[in-house]
């Protein structure tokens, strides 16, 4: 802090000087001396400002430098911060420390983090200490304060964190930074990232899709810091976002923690950031050329996501024209019917605008002509990859959920034909009797005269038996 006062005392002092020069220049022109075009020429080239802020930096490093000297050498005497350093390392460092009170070991980090944004060299060398304890810290404080730390280290020494910028962001299986899973220090995280990407002074390509999982956030201040980081890089010169659009696509697509719907909403937000034709165009022609490579894939997850990016742009007519030009690039992945239904909605955005820049009418009416047979060639090839597909996966054992009804309604067909025949058997058996009724006749007529004589000897034998008793 002494240092760096130091610095703006002579930074005002150089402003005066010029002040006064400047102001001496113009009297000396009111007099009219020759040199003061000379003056006017080395005031606005900057001539000894540079040599002057040549030898501030050296000074100030120089002083630096003096504040951790471990050791006394020439010109450079022993530096009294120094004397602690090791200390506050060792404390660090100790596994007692790591595991004893979340206030003594929260005091050691904090100073320690003071004592690497004094030197370059220090700091390097320690940035491993330090995510060490980041990555086994159980206390949300230390973490919160830890990424603050952190944050003005990136900004003080931004190579030497530069190696580290995977680790700032955060590791989902380290689950810090980013990923913790207290909502304040990821607040904290989000908030000192975003000030580092706006600043320039953190390169965001390969990392910024971490940045856009914020988006979909559970706490509602994580999710407005990343609204607020994306909207800030939408204005910028060029706007970043559509260079790293693409980038993004890829590495929310492969995030198998990511929901679809999250997906959608995330990709929605990005995409409406996207306003000029020609940058429409781009990304519309990368987005198609990703299908030759998303069609491959084991499952359509791939080629849904791209395929619904595509529906969410505004295509020009030309860029339009080029979209049905590049067929055979997503002809294979209309298989699915998602796929199918995104890029409906692209065709259904076209049929209101395609040809609509057209002078003649005969022109317009052959544009829409054109939209029509191609979406009618679409739905012909989605039909076609559908059934041939679905053929496919029966063939390796897969049984779809309209098959299992398919399989019920042949099984009830198959029941009523049963009872259908069953009814026509009888009808057969009812067709073979005699029209005069059963020819068993005679055989009823012989049992019931046999029935008729069982029932005379057993009134012969009752008229014996008395006649026997009376008898007696």
Known sequence: VHVEGLARAVRRARVNRDRKAAENAEAAAAKGKDNSEEAALAAALGQGSVSEDLHLDNSRELAEAELLAFKAAKGVGKGIVAAYAPVIVALCGHPAIAEGHALLRGAALAALSRLMAIDGAFCEDHLALIFTRLRGESDRGTRAALMVALGDLAFRFPNAVEPWTEHLYGLREWGNSLHDSDAGVRQHAVTVLA?????????????????????????????????????????????????????????????????????????????????????????????????????????????????????????????????????????????????????????????????????????????????????????????????????????????????YEERLKAAEREAEAAAEREAEEEEEDDDDEHPLGPLDGGKKAREEEADEDADEDADEEEEEEEEEEEEE
């Open 195 to 403: 000030h580092l990407v706006l600043n320039d002074m953190m390169k965001v390509k390969g990392h910024i899709a971490e940045m856009a999982r914020c988006l979909e956030d559970p706490d509602p201040r994580v999710a407005s810091v990343a609204r607020l980081l994306f909207h800030e890089l939408s204005r910028k010169h060029g706007n970043p976002i559509y260079n790293l659009l693409p980038d993004l696509l890829s590495r929310l697509s492969g995030d198998a923690a990511l929901v679809p719907d999250a997906f959608q909403r995330i990709m929605t937000r990005l995409l409406g950031f996207i306003d000029k034709d020609r940058q429409t165009e781009s990304l519309a022609d990368k987005f198609t050329n990703r299908f030759a490579e998303a069609a491959l894939a084991s499952t359509p997850k791939p080629a849904r996501d791209v395929a619904f990016c595509l529906s969410q742009l505004a295509l020009s007519d030309k860029a339009f024209r080029k979209f049905m030009e590049q067929w055979k690039l997503y002809e294979p992945a209309l298989y699915d019917k998602e796929v199918y239904s995104a890029l409906c909605g692209v065709v259904a955005k076209a049929k209101k605008s395609y040809g609509g820049k057209s002078k003649s009418a005969d022109g317009g009416d052959a544009a829409r002509l054109q939209v029509e047979e191609f979406e009618a060639k679409m739905h012909a090839a989605h039909v076609e990859r559908y059934e041939s597909w679905r053929t496919q996966r029966r063939a390796e054992g897969h049984v779809f959920d309209d098959d």
